[in-house]
């Protein structure tokens, strides 16, 4: 039988840097690097950057609370092989999809969604008008009026 | 490029559909072959999952834009995870062949 399919984790958005270089020591530039998965930095961030326990940050990453856990361990466990043995990190690779963001076109007036955070593609869909905008979940006025939009 | 389209009658003049998982009709529009066809939605009696199923036929018919009145609560985050974009027009009582035009046209 294959092996179950994995279920894409939710990332909110890429981290700024790609990597990290560890100072000093010896050869440290020549040894391989670590690969830090997207979804492990993802599962750092929530839980000791934003303060979340597992629970919250599994509902954040659409996967389960032992699944996230699992993540979560995997990161640290990278790290610190990194750390104690002067390997370079690099955050790149795993199974992730990014949270799309409802934009709004000024000329047809027509609500979509924007699945590829990769590009920068705010061109409406239907007309083809440049004059679009986000919108942000804090307008007073904002969501599509359908239930998708939370 | 493919669109699919909700549809609330077996014709372009028909009204787009204001429900994406149990819509009537889905009209599938190839922006590179201009071409489109109508399937009547398999999913439309059933009591439940009726949106992620639609979401498979459509992910497996390569379709990555999909037009609709309104899309269901728990759609969002599949369609995302398949890089499928929703497109929801201002006026519900458009027809399909108004959204053709101006896909064409864009």
Known sequence: MPPRSRTPRK???????????PY???LAEKKRAIKLLLEEYEALRLCDYD?????KAAEAMGVSRPTFTRIYASALEKIARSFVLGHRIMIE????YFDSQWCFCKMCECKFSNPSKREEDHTCPLCGSLDTSPMMKTDSNSGCGSNACR | MKYAITSRGKSLDARIDIHFGRCEY????????????FIPNPYKELDEGV??????LLHEKGISRIVSGS????IKDLLDSKHMQMIIPKDNN?????????IENR
């Not at chain 1, 990332?11 to 270089?21: D, E, H, M, N, T």
């Not at chain 2, 949106?51 to 498979?56: H, I, K, N, W």
């Not at chain 2, 899309?71 to 728990?74: Q, T, V």
């Open chain 1, 51 to 55: 303060h979340m326990n597992h629970q």
């Open chain 1, 93 to 96: 690779g795993g199974h992730v």
């Open chain 2, 51 to 56: 949106g992620p199923m639609l979401v498979e």
């Open chain 2, 26 to 37: 889905i009209v599938i529009y190839d922006l590179e072959t201009k071409g489109w066809e």
């Open chain 2, 71 to 74: 899309f269901g609560i728990n």
């Open chain 1, 24 to 26: 000093g020591g010896v």
């Open chain 2, 94 to 102: 458009i027809s399909v062949s108004s959204i053709i035009e101006m």
């Open chain 1, 11 to 21: 990332v909110a958005k890429l981290p700024v840097i790609k990597g990290f270089k």
